[in-house]
T-cell receptor, first 114, second 109 residues
């Protein structure tokens, strides 16, 4: 619907596991974002990539590792997560990085860390 | 850090009643965006306001940007059950879009 897809939609992982979230946008956009949405908290920006270059790292712990191999794909590699990392992880894209560009969100990955 | 304050946190209205959510910033904003997230869904862009005092309408939704560009509001006239969800404002600080905490709207039919 929005042109941004995310897989998997749901993920349950133990604290010692390694997993990856995938995002793909079919809109021809140049900027991609990872957000974390926890219950009763505002959307938290994690990372921003513009033209495949990371331009924002919002003090995110190193157990989250982003990767942007091209302008259409974005990954979030997860390892040794904590239970408090359980949340909805949303990917978004925009035509460019900067003011005035609306963001298009994917459906999200619901992550549960056990 | 920069933040936008959004109120109320939660509102439960009878179908047909009006609804308003407010967004406030301590600093002057270049623009403000509004998004809606249905229960179980993801945020969807509604509109962007750029000019001081700007008012935009989308059917029953009216968006306003304050004269000082420090606050904004979203007003829904005669709410319907399809309006349920969380409404977020988002303000641009530099190149970063900062979201408010959102207002959860529930509509009783």
């Amino acid at each position: 619907e929005t042109g941004v897809t995310q897989t998997p939609r749901h993920l349950v992982m133990g604290m010692t596991n390694k997993k990856s979230l995938k995002c793909e946008q079919h809109l021809g956009h140049n900027a991609m974002y990872w957000y974390k949405q926890s219950a009763k908290k505002p959307l938290e920006l994690m990372f921003v990539y513009s033209l495949e270059e990371r331009v924002e790292n919002n003090s995110v712990p190193s157990r989250f590792s982003p990767e942007c191999p091209n302008s259409s794909h974005l990954f979030l590699h997860l390892h040794t997560l904590q239970p408090e990392d359980s949340a909805l992880y949303l990917c978004a894209s925009s035509q460019r990085w900067g003011p005035y560009y609306e963001q298009y969100f994917g459906p999200g990955t619901r992550l549960t860390v056990t | 850090g920069q933040q936008v304050m959004q109120i109320p946190q939660y509102q439960h209205v009878q179908e047909g009643e009006d609804f308003t959510t407010y967004c406030n910033s301590s600093t002057t904003l270049s623009n403000i965006q509004w998004y809606k997230q249905r229960p179980g869904g993801h945020p969807v862009f509604l509109i962007q306001l750029v000019k001081s005092g700007e008012v935009k309408k989308q059917k029953r939704l009216t968006f306003q940007f304050g004269e000082a560009k420090k606050n904004s509001s979203l007003h829904i006239t005669a709410t319907q059950t399809t309006d349920v969800g969380t409404y977020f404002c988002a303000a641009q600080y530099g190149n970063k879009l900062v979201f408010g905490a959102g207002t959860i709207l529930r509509v009783k039919s």
